[in-house]
């Protein structure tokens, strides 16, 4: 099953308006992190935002948010007054600690194409 | 700060040849992390270091062996390279396993196997 699902292939947002980004997880571990990469075209990654399973609000990091639904399993980033230069694809994670050890997974990602 | 740095930056292979991917830190990170990545399929963990000494396997392991080499290096081998094995690789690291520590990740490495 997958750990960290992004249902949304692709989003299309005009440029100031604000969106949000999809993201479920799965886990039964009580102690988890989740994050936001963005890549740009140019292929590198880029961390945006953390939250934690145990953390009572949601994280903000300037423009962005992270809407944290912990019955829900959901973590979805919401990006307010949307720029040409968030165009990209990104990408949620989950840090999980299981048997082996503690590794981060990601979920397939969604690319934002933010128009003018 | 270099960060992260992976060698190369571009490789072609043919069928069968073998090749090490390097991979450095110098951040003084504990964990690092190998990842490929393939359109539609996202970043799949490919082996994983929690500490200097050692590694355990993430979830697509097959064809390839790695080694953490020192706190600062972690290697990812290609023995026998197959034309499957066309992906970008990524090596992250991160201070630690756990927490809110993010991993902070090389530019990649884009190989093609013919």
């Known amino acids: 099953a997958q750990k960290i699902t992004q249902t949304q292939p692709g989003m299309f947002v005009q440029e100031k308006e604000a969106v949000t980004l999809d993201c479920t997880y799965d886990?039964?571990?009580?102690?988890?992190?989740l994050f936001w990469y963005k890549q740009p075209s140019s292929g590198e990654m880029i961390f945006l935002i953390y939250q934690g399973s145990y953390d009572q609000q949601n994280a903000t990091e300037g423009r962005y948010s992270l809407n944290f639904q912990k019955a829900r399993k959901s973590a979805n980033l919401v990006i307010s007054a949307s720029q040409l230069g968030d165009s990209a694809m990104y990408f949620c994670a989950m840090r999980e600690t299981n048997q082996a050890g503690t590794a981060l997974i990601f979920g397939k990602g969604t690319t934002l194409s933010v128009s003018s | 700060n270099a960060g992260v740095t992976q060698t190369p930056k571009f490789q072609v292979l043919k069928t069968g040849q073998s090749m090490t991917l390097q991979c450095a830190q110098d951040?003084?990170?504990?964990?690092m992390y190998w990842y490929r990545q393939d359109p539609g399929m996202g970043l799949r963990l490919i082996y994983y270091s929690a500490s200097e000494g050692t590694t355990d396997k993430g979830e697509v392991p097959n064809g390839y062996n790695v080694s953490r080499l020192n706190k600062r290096e972690f290697s990812l081998r290609l023995e026998s390279a197959a034309p499957s094995q066309t992906s970008v690789y990524f090596c992250?690291?991160?201070?630690?396993?756990?927490?809110?520590?993010?991993?902070?990740f090389g530019q990649g490495t884009r190989l093609t196997v013919v």
């Open positions: 951040m003084n990170h504990n964990s």
């Open positions: 886990t039964s571990d009580p102690s988890y992190g």
């Open positions: 992250a690291s991160s201070e630690y396993a756990g927490g809110n520590t993010e991993a902070f």
